[in-house]
């Protein structure tokens, strides 16, 4: 028996994937960032017109900018990874991502899914693979999650990824919830409601419970 966060300092962090783009990773980030006390690392950023993740993780969490790891890639189109790489002219190679060492666990921020191409050989679950971290995976609460959800569960407990749990974002659906905790056979962590406004405030008050959440023995 060894908590949630025991196996993510252990493992030098946590990894943080979704069912989707934009379901809430990066607020799901920061408050894991919050409750670790850790540091942030998006390493593949697309989209980077539009500013990026680690400036809103850096505003959540309230962390200086030393607590922020800068990306390995960094690609101006919102596409997904390897054609907004295609854009710039580059081509994401696997032996750039070393998982940087601060001294605390480090919440890495996937893009898009599980299945995310990265390159013309390599998915985003290669990612996770190489750097040997625990997986939380980010759900809509609503309809339709189910699925997207357990086929997420699926296909990393096939690369053998040690899955630590679901948060749910979105408004609450207590039978959803209950329906990816027994089909998933996975904990739900978290289900975090519609914040308004989203501000390090109610960030550190849920980062709080998130934390105890992780501190409980777990088999
Ligand atoms: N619980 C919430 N309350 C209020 N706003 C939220 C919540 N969760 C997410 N959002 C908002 O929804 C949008 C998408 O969330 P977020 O950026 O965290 O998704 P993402 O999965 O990180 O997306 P990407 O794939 O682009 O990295 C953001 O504008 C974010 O502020
Ligand atoms: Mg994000």
């Known amino acids: 028996m060894t908590s949630l966060a025991s196996r993510i300092t252990s493992a030098g962090g946590v990894f943080v994937t979704g069912t989707d783009t934009e379901v809430g990773k990066t607020v799901a980030s920061a ?70 060492d601060r001294g605390r666990p480090v919440v890495v921020e996937g893009a898009g899914g599980v299945l995310v191409p990265l390159n013309a050989e390599n998915t985003m679950i290669d990612l996770m693979d190489q750097l040997q971290l625990p997986v939380i995976v980010v759900a809509r609460s609503g309809l339709g999650t189910i699925n997207h959800t357990l086929l997420s569960l699926e296909s990393l407990r096939k690369r053998g990824l040690d ?6 974002n979105g408004p609450r659906n207590v039978a959803n919830a209950e329906t990816v905790s027994t089909f998933g056979k996975v904990p739900v962590l978290l289900e975090l409601e519609p914040l308004s406004p989203l501000e390090p405030r109610t960030i550190a008050s849920i980062a709080a419970r998130l934390g105890t959440a992780m501190e409980g023995e777990q088999p």
């Open 31 to 100: 408050l894991l960032v919050r409750a670790l006390g850790g540091s942030y690392w998006k390493p593949v950023q697309s989209g980077m017109a539009d500013g990026g993740d680690s400036p809103e993780v850096q505003r959540l969490a309230e962390i200086d900018e030393t607590r922020v790891h800068p990306p390995a890639y960094e690609m101006t189109q919102p596409l997904s990874p390897h054609q907004a790489a295609r854009g710039d002219g580059i081509e994401i190679n696997m032996a750039d991502f070393v998982l940087p």
């Open 163 to 168: 899955v630590l749990g679901v948060i749910m």
